[in-house]
């Protein structure tokens, strides 16, 4: 069973800098693509970033510039974690940020995996 756990948010400042982390366990034949996404009280979920298994990155016009979306493959397992390096905040970022895995199973279903969230907080 797939499953992903975010972690790193928290209250930042203004201008500051965070760092969220998506760790990946359990197997799954094959990923496409994971990628983050956040959700603001009271408006949808919406994506921010989003890297395929051939590095290929996609980000919302409102953060490219100031977030990165990266991975990496440690302990030879593709997607172990993905990062985004979120910098220059602004009170907008602020939402609850969820990881998202697409890809599939042995059996070629299609597979979605969402995290828990974790959540951004960026105030004075």
């Known amino acids: 069973q797939v499953q992903l756990v975010e972690s790193g948010g928290g209250l930042v400042q203004p201008g500051g800098s965070l760092r969220l982390s998506c760790a990946r366990s359990g197997s799954i034949f094959s990923i496409y693509a994971m990628g983050w996404y956040r959700q603001a009280p009271g408006k949808q979920r919406e994506l921010v970033a989003s890297?395929?298994?051939?590095?290929?990155?996609?980000?919302?016009?409102s953060v490219k510039g100031r977030f990165t979306i990266s991975r990496d493959n440690a302990k030879n397992t593709v997607f172990h974690t993905v990062f985004l390096q979120m910098n220059s905040l602004k009170p907008e970022d602020t939402a609850v940020y969820y990881c998202?895995?697409?890809?599939?199973?042995?059996?070629?279903?299609?597979?979605?995996?969402w995290g828990q969230g974790t959540l951004v907080t960026v105030s004075s």
């Open positions: 890297i395929t298994s051939g590095d290929s990155t996609n980000y919302a016009d």
């Open positions: 998202r895995l697409s890809g599939k199973e042995v059996n070629m279903r299609d597979r979605e995996v």
